[in-house]
């Protein structure tokens, strides 16, 4: 029997025997799990020599694009890394030509694969899943058929979903990979959505031990692109320009994650961002409308009922975020708006230990008003607290921040028509967004959301399964994105072992 693994635990074929059935399936010895040999995971020949894997996708009868497909051979080689293509079958009804399309470029038939590969722990590459490359929401149904692995799909559109695993288990990442063919889709409508949708792209695995960072590489069109802090193209690689801006998980500094803290002064130390888009940057946990009776007990016991250490806390914090980029952009985010709802109700203004804040910053609110101006009282107290706030734009609300044709001023807990956020909602728009609050990383057309920064525990969430990732996004010099996700204190490998 050939070497197979177990899809379910892992497995090797030492503990699977042939079931005594009519459709001759296989029972694993160790789990007792029963699946067929297409289900069987079939190892990687080189698991244990490559630390790198690049994944693409490529569709039958069509010629890949040749700057794009050199590039990535140049990444390969400068990486020690596998290239993987997955095939795609598409028929074409409107060829005019009788001629076979049973056919991949022959540039990449050295690197088909059409089989299920394990090429890291808990990471499954489905190469045996055939998406029909016209699919609008290629994820749709499957994003269980890996168990807990998280799974890459090969398709011509890039999508990205994190999914809820049972409770102190890290999310499950599943995705699509984008194509290294050109387009070539049929005069219809379905064509008309392929064509519109078809997307340049690969998948990049640095696997570290245990642990796999995974982010997608997206080439312009001459099939140049930028991984990290550097530039590759068909005739070699050179030092990437800036970035043009790293957004940030959700921050709330209260609960910071220190790990992640200092990953991304790692990851931000190679990339250079110009800019650093911060999202739900204050917690407000000190006094939120959200805690009830025991919580706030909880916090009084534990001294973590003052909104001024809240405040001092969080200034800290962001002085030190501001060091990392040129300019920082402060998102008006819902956790924010928890300091206005404090102080408009006013039986706060009978809370001893926060009267001082309550009433100063009340007072500065209603002179603005009165005044004919705006008073944001988060803003209003980092202005006092914080060294560096000469970094800081901070967005008024409506207001914008583009780069590149995407905007970063939403955070996405409001969203089109005044229904509540989604990445989905924000990807009806058609416009190119980045948002944040949902804490779980998301690809949806043009609509991308990070995840948090935030410990993963933050009292509301302990008890239930989540789909939250520690993921940043970087949006490069030449305008293309790759969200990033921090694991096992790093956003990306490093130097391989």
């Not at 599943?174 to 409508?189: I, K, P």
């Not at 509540?420 to 728009?429: E, L, Y």
């Amino acid at each position: 029997m050939r070497d197979l693994m177990c899809p379910k635990c892992g497995c090797q074929s030492s503990t699977i025997h042939s079931y005594r059935g009519p459709n001759k399936r296989l029972n694993c010895k160790g789990c007792g799990h029963i699946y067929n040999e297409r289900q069987a995971i079939i190892p990687s020949q080189e698991e244990n020599s490559a630390h790198t894997f690049v994944i693409t996708a490529a569709v039958n009868a069509t010629k890949a694009h040749a700057a794009f497909l050199k590039s990535l051979l140049v990444y390969c080689e400068q990486h020690n890394a596998k290239l993987i293509v997955i095939p795609l079958r598409y028929r074409n009804p409107t060829r005019q030509d009788e001629t076979p399309d049973d056919w991949w470029d022959s540039k990449l038939t050295p690197y088909i694969t059409n089989t299920r590969v394990k090429i890291a722990p808990g990471l499954v590459v489905l190469a045996d899943i055939k998406i029909q490359p016209t699919a609008i929401n290629p994820l749709q149904g499957l994003l269980t058929v890996s168990g807990t692995d998280s799974a890459i799909l090969g398709h011509t559109k890039i999508a990205l979903k994190s999914v809820a695993t049972k409770v102190g288990d890290p999310a499950k990442l599943v995705l699509t990979t984008g194509a290294c063919t050109v387009e070539q889709y049929s005069d219809t409508n379905a064509g008309a959505k392929g064509q519109f949708h078809h997307t340049l792209g690969a998948v990049v695995v640095e696997v570290d031990g245990k642990t796999s960072h995974i982010r997608h590489i997206c080439p312009e069109k001459n099939g140049s692109f930028i991984d990290l802090d550097t530039r590759y193209t068909a005739k070699g690689s050179e030092i990437a320009p800036q970035a043009e801006v790293l957004t940030m998980g959700d921050v709330h500094a209260e609960l910071a994650d220190m790990r992640v803290h200092k990953a991304t002064k790692e990851l931000a130390a190679g990339i250079k961002p110009k800019h650093l888009v911060l999202h739900d940057v204050l917690n407000f946990g000190s006094a939120s409308h959200h805690a009830k009776y025991f919580e706030k007990f909880r916090r009084q016991v534990t001294g973590t009922s003052s909104v001024l250490r809240e405040l001092k806390t969080t200034a800290k914090h962001v002085d030190s975020l501001s060091e990392l980029a040129d300019k920082v952009v402060m998102v008006g985010s819902n956790h924010h708006d928890h300091f206005t709802q404090w102080l408009e109700k006013s039986e706060h203004a009978l809370d001893l230990e926060n009267a001082l804040v309550y009433h100063e910053t009340k007072a500065a609110m209603l002179r603005a008003i009165n005044d004919g101006g705006y008073c944001d009282p988060f803003k209003l107290w980092m202005d006092k607290l914080m060294q560096n706030g000469e970094r800081l734009h901070w967005l008024k609300p409506g207001e914008s921040f583009s780069r590149h044709g995407i905007e970063f001023g939403w955070h996405g807990h409001r969203g089109p028509n005044g229904a509540r956020g989604s990445t989905k909602g924000f990807a009806n728009i058609g416009a190119k967004v980045t948002k944040g609050h949902s804490h779980g990383a998301e690809i949806i057309d043009g609509a991308h959301s990070v995840g948090t920064s935030s410990k993963m525990d933050m009292g509301y969430n302990v008890d239930s399964p989540s789909g939250w990732t520690w993921t940043h996004e970087i949006t490069y010099a030449n305008g293309k994105r790759t969200l990033i996700h921090c694991a096992n204190g790093r956003f990306f490998r490093g130097v391989a072992a």
